[in-house]
């Protein structure tokens, strides 16, 4: 092999112009008071940034930047690939942290409320974008009716699930739904951008009335790089070497299994692939249990999982993540979209504040302000998004709202798990997905709000 041969460079060459692009962004956030004061993610600007360095290309050379032969073959395909992956790698190292705190019953039922929370929004957010598309497609619009499920892929789970399902529809779309994959990465950064906007409003609004809350516990951060019983930092192997073997190894394992899962149901292949994160987390889970136990035994003498460097490992993915996604998109494609896609990222953004604020004043009292804030930024971006907004009134973690978005993911799963596996026929029959989705929205509120609802039928009946 030759390597001094360009085409060997290309990966290198994608890689570091993502990574170069968060630095610069990174440099102009903490210089430019406007940007540091926005809360914009890091990765989120960068990837704007490549956005819009690729649109300049495009009118200088006729072709957008990933298209250039310094960065391979099909620039844009590995794009697709990295968000593709890096969604799952950061699910995996978030779901491989380990808590020593004890849940208490009423934090149970916090935590699960949380969950519902979450999946009830998708469901608010599907059923709205649904309905949008499919007015739209009625009307004048020449779009994709079931099109606007990807509001909730592309707000509630981000850019990963967004690309995977949008590059879905433009292929059973049939020649109906061209730039599919585009207008689910831009559904996604206008989530990263809603969070942004409206967090920073909702945060000037508390702070005007007097009512930012600021709680501090001087302790710093709460998570340490060498804890109690575990391996040393620099031993024979590097600590952060084993968080990320732990990470790679957990999602070879989701690939055999979603490997066997494709043979033993062919016709959903895609479908199950497509689920790539969910099967990292449970195998992050299996092995994460599997460790736990061993030492337990003592068969292991220490402890293998750090949770700052699985929390730092995590992050890493989900910002190559985001700057992979953004920048991956091509405007030229949208553009029979943009009206659609504008009138889906406000009812996105005003359903998502509404709807959370509502569930936080009622289920979480003593901490709405950070549970709202910390559900409002993972339910238009990612986790990562709700944690920097929790982070400017709850900068030491004191409340629970950031222990509710760790755990929050199982109930998620159990209850979220109808909502992907109706993405398939969604396609198929976008209407009556919508009303099923909007029966499954009642009866998630119905479970949310229980206490509620039958306290006040147990009052009337006295």
Not at 262 to 269: A, D, E, H, R, S
Not at 376 to 405: K, Q, V
Not at 425 to 445: E, H, R, S
């Amino acid at each position: 092999m030759d390597f001094s041969e360009l085409t060997n460079w290309g990966g290198i060459f994608l890689i570091a112009i993502l990574l170069a692009g968060m630095m610069v962004a990174t440099m102009l956030k903490n210089n430019i008071p406007f940007l540091k004061k926005s809360l914009i993610p890091t990765s989120v600007l960068g990837g704007i940034m490549l956005l819009v360095i690729s649109e300049i290309v495009r009118v200088c050379t006729g072709d957008y930047l990933f298209e250039l032969s310094i960065f391979g073959a099909d620039g844009y395909a590995n794009l697709e690939v990295i968000t593709y992956h890096c969604l799952a790698l950061g699910f995996i190292g978030g779901s491989f942290k380990i808590s020593e705190k004890k849940i208490t019953k009423e934090r149970a039922g916090e935590v699960f409320n949380t969950g519902v929370t979450t999946v009830s929004t998708y469901l608010l957010q599907a059923v709205l974008g649904l309905a949008i598309t499919i007015i739209a497609s009625l009307i004048v619009v020449d779009i994709f009716a079931p099109s606007g499920v990807i509001l909730c892929l592309g707000f509630g789970q981000g850019t990963g699930q967004a690309m995977i399902w949008g590059g879905e529809y433009e292929n059973l779309a049939n020649g109906a739904f061209n730039g599919g994959t585009e207008f689910g990465l831009t559904i996604a950064a206008m989530g990263f951008l809603c969070a942004s906007i409206g967090g920073v409003i909702h945060l000037n609004i508390l702070k005007r009335k007097g009512k930012l809350p600021l709680r501090k516990s001087g302790n710093g951060i709460n998570e340490t790089v060498e804890g109690k019983g575990e391996i040393p930092m620099q031993g024979s192997i590097d600590k952060l070497t084993v968080q990320i073997a732990l990470i790679v190894i957990a999602y070879a394992l989701a690939y055999a299994v979603m490997y066997l899962l494709g043979l033993i149901l062919p016709g959903m292949k895609t479908t199950i692939f497509g689920f790539n994160f969910l099967i990292g987390v449970l195998s992050a889970t299996l092995i994460k249990t599997v460790l736990q136990f061993l030492r337990k035994k003592k068969v292991i003498k220490k402890q293998y999982i750090n949770n700052f460097l699985m929390t730092r490992a995590g992050n890493f993915f989900y910002d190559i993540m985001v700057v992979a996604g953004i920048a991956a998109i091509r405007l030229s494609l949208l553009q029979d979209y943009w009206g659609v896609i504008a009138i889906i990222a406000v009812v996105g953004l005003v359903v998502t504040y509404a709807y959370n604020r509502f569930v936080a004043k009622k289920l979480f009292k003593g901490y709405a302000e950070e549970q709202f804030l910390a559900m409002y930024g993972m339910l238009t971006g990612t986790a990562s998004t709700g944690i920097i907004l929790l982070r400017e009134i709850d900068g030491d973690f004191i409340t629970p709202a950031s222990d509710n978005l760790v755990y929050q993911n199982f109930p998620a799963i159990v209850f979220g798990l109808p909502i992907m596996l109706l993405l398939p026929y969604c396609a198929k029959q976008p209407l009556n997905t919508m009303l099923i989705l909007f029966a499954f929205l009642i009866v998630m509120n119905v479970i949310l709000f229980r206490k509620q609802i039958f306290r006040r039928r147990k009052k009337a009946q006295q």
